[in-house]
């Protein structure tokens, strides 16, 4: 099974402020790796898939980017509808699909 | 626009059973694969099963292999999941996710709003 790693497990902002979150795989997993929002009592959300490619309605203040083992998750400029919770998900090891523990990002 | 509707979720005791059905709409069904994923409470997610358009290929966590069972009715829009022999680390919301495109992808853009199972005495 390929372990995700995800840090940090909390990440404290501000509106405006640039998040960046970190994936990291206990294996390579190429760019077969998707980011998801998910709020409080809400499913998650796509954002991101394949490493950098955004979801559709996605804005473009979130971008993915890396390769391997290693991968970010960057807002550019925080939104406050963007407090929420991270999950990167791997679909390389077919059909063995996990997700990491998740990042929280909350309201500094 | 597409709309994935779960239900069947409820209180079950240990070793007990359930049936959870998914009603999809806004899309063709029978064209997409569709998963079951599973959140624990306040815990993360996991992915549980996996069924392909047409009803032939499945797939299985090792955690729900041999207790539970996938299946689709693609004439009624529907997904289902039976749950055999629970147990309490079973307990969980349910989402039903269809794939980001015809293609299997493993990626799940579409969600429902899930169905919570608990499973205690």
Redesign the interface.
């Known amino acids: 099974e390929i372990v995700l790693t995800q840090s940090p497990a909390t990440l404290s902002l501000s509106p405006g402020e640039r998040a960046t979150l970190s994936c990291r795989a206990s294996q390579s997993v190429s760019s ?1 790796l ?1 980011w ?1 929002q998910q709020k409080p009592g809400q ?4 954002l991101i ?2 490493a950098s490619n955004r ?2 309605g996605i804005p473009a203040r979130f971008s993915g980017s890396g390769s391997g083992t290693d991968f970010t998750l960057t807002i550019s400029s925080l939104e406050p509808e963007d407090f929420a919770v991270y ?1 990167c ?1 791997q ?1 390389s090891n ?9 990042t929280k990002v909350d309201i500094k | 626009q597409v709309q994935l509707v779960e239900s069947g979720g409820g209180l079950v005791k240990p070793g007990g059973s359930l049936r959870l059905s998914c009603a999809a709409s806004g899309f063709t069904f029978s064209d997409y694969y569709m998963s079951w994923i599973r959140q624990a409470p306040g815990k ?4 549980v099963s ?1 069924i392909s358009s047409s009803g032939s290929t499945i ?1 299985y ?1 090792d955690s729900v292999k041999g207790r539970f069972t996938i299946s689709r009715d693609n004439a009624k829009n529907s997904l289902y999941l039976q749950m055999n022999s629970l147990r309490a680390e079973d307990t969980a919301v349910y ?1 039903c996710a269809r794939d ?1 495109e015809m293609i299997p ?5 579409h ?4 169905t919570l199972v608990t499973v205690s005495s």
């Not at chain 1, 499913?43 to 796509?46: K, V």
């Not at chain 1, 077919?94 to 998740?102: D, I, V």
């Not at chain 2, 993360?44 to 992915?47: A, D, H, K, M, S």
């Open positions: 077969y998707a998801y499913a998650p959300r796509l898939y394949d979801a559709t999950y998900q679909r077919w059909p063995r699909f996990t997700f990491g523990p998740g | 993360g997610l996991e992915w996996y797939y966590a989402y980001i992808s493993g990626y799940f853009q969600w429902g709003q899930g």
